[in-house]
């Protein structure tokens, strides 16, 4: 993986443009989510380390109540 300064990450033949939480591949768009891109880019920003759910849930959802299900939609989606 690797980042540059025009704010983005490269990992295997995919593009992530943090500015935008825009995925990319080949050049075309993937589409997602908006909370799977939210979830993708704190992976990539926290790679190499244990993420537990609690964690994620409350990085991506902090002032919304939502269940673990919000979550295993947007990883399922990724």
Known sequence: MSRNP??????A??????QG????????IV???PSA???LRYFLENEGR???KE???????ADVFTT????????SQI
């Open 6 to 11: 025009e704010k983005t990450i490269r990992f």
């Open 50 to 52: 244990l993420i537990l």
């Open 31 to 33: 589409a997602l989510e």
């Open 13 to 18: 033949e995919f593009i992530f443009d943090t």
């Open 37 to 39: 891109a939210r979830v």
């Open 55 to 61: 964690e994620i849930l409350e990085a991506i959802w």
């Open 68 to 75: 673990e299900d919000v979550l295993k939609r947007a990883v």
């Open 21 to 28: 939480n825009i995925l990319s591949r080949d050049g075309g």
